[in-house]
């Protein structure tokens, strides 16, 4: 306080105004720092997990198509009918393997990547299975298809849709944590920035009151030294 009240007082209002700004830059820089963590958070939520769980669920419904379409191939006889059936089975499995593809690029968790890994085992195995059984279907031997759709088939491609909810089970959980974890980190930026301003506050109207103070109280000094030495006092002295 001493070095403080040997400053001259445009000194005293600038180290005053700069204490403020310094706060204020500092509050700023803290704020930009944590809203750029919760952007890059909600970031990754919207575009990695929840298109994950999506493209998931995507894999999921044109499997779901293509097993209807499987089973089709045994209770139809046209020609027509077969064809049409053998047409959405080959476009499920094209648009199956545009999402694989996007996955396969997308994906970074290491828990993830493997579980998306095994989909992929479990998936080419039934896959194998299937053109097995357009094989006989084709061939007209429906005592062997129908065996095979039971026994073969139908268990791999369980085994595969396991595989597949493994994989979206746990993006999902990560989808839940992250949105949780973003919703955190919000409010507690919300109570650093309201903490900041509010210490903010408190200095810059402690630094004015200091700064009136040392002005003010070397004035009234002044006086009422100025007043003793008129009174006929000539001894006193201004600190």
């Known amino acids: 306080m001493g070095m403080f009240n040997q400053l001259q007082i445009g000194q005293r209002l600038a180290l005053s105004f700069a204490l403020v700004v310094a706060l204020s830059l500092m509050s700023a820089l803290l704020s930009t720092t944590r809203f750029d963590d919760l952007a890059h958070a909600t970031q990754v939520l919207v575009s990695e997990r929840m298109v994950h769980v999506r493209q998931a669920g995507q894999i999921t419904d044109q499997t779901h198509l293509l097993a209807h379409s499987v089973s089709n191939l045994l209770l139809f006889r046209e020609d027509s009918a077969i064809a ?43 896959s194998a299975e299937l053109v097995a059984y357009l094989k006989q279907v ?85 006086v009422t030294i100025a007043r003793t030495v008129a009174s006929g006092a000539l001894t006193s002295h201004i600190e």
Do not use: C, N, W
């Not at 499995?93 to 989909?119: C, H, K, N, W, Y």
């Not at 095979?148 to 089970?169: M, T, V």
């Not at 992250?178 to 920035?193: F, I, P, R």
């Not at 810059?204 to 002005?215: D, N, Q």
């Open 84 to 126: 049409k059936d053998l047409q959405t089975i080959q476009a499920a499995q094209q648009a199956i393997d545009g999402v694989f593809g996007q996955l396969q690029q997308s994906v970074t968790l290491p828990q993830a990547r493997e579980l998306l890994a095994q989909t992929q085992q479990a998936r080419q195995r039934f």
């Open 138 to 222: 084709q061939a007209r031997d429906l005592g062997d298809a129908l065996e095979s759709l039971e026994q073969k088939l139908r268990p791999s491609q369980l085994a595969y849709q396991k595989a597949l909810d493994d994989f979206k089970d746990l993006e999902y959980a990560r989808m839940l944590a992250d949105g949780e974890q973003a919703q955190a980190s919000a409010k507690q930026s919300v109570l650093v920035v309201a903490g900041l301003a509010g210490l903010g506050l408190v200095l810059a109207v402690l630094g004015a009151v200091v700064a009136t103070r040392s002005i003010t109280q070397p004035v009234r000094q002044a």
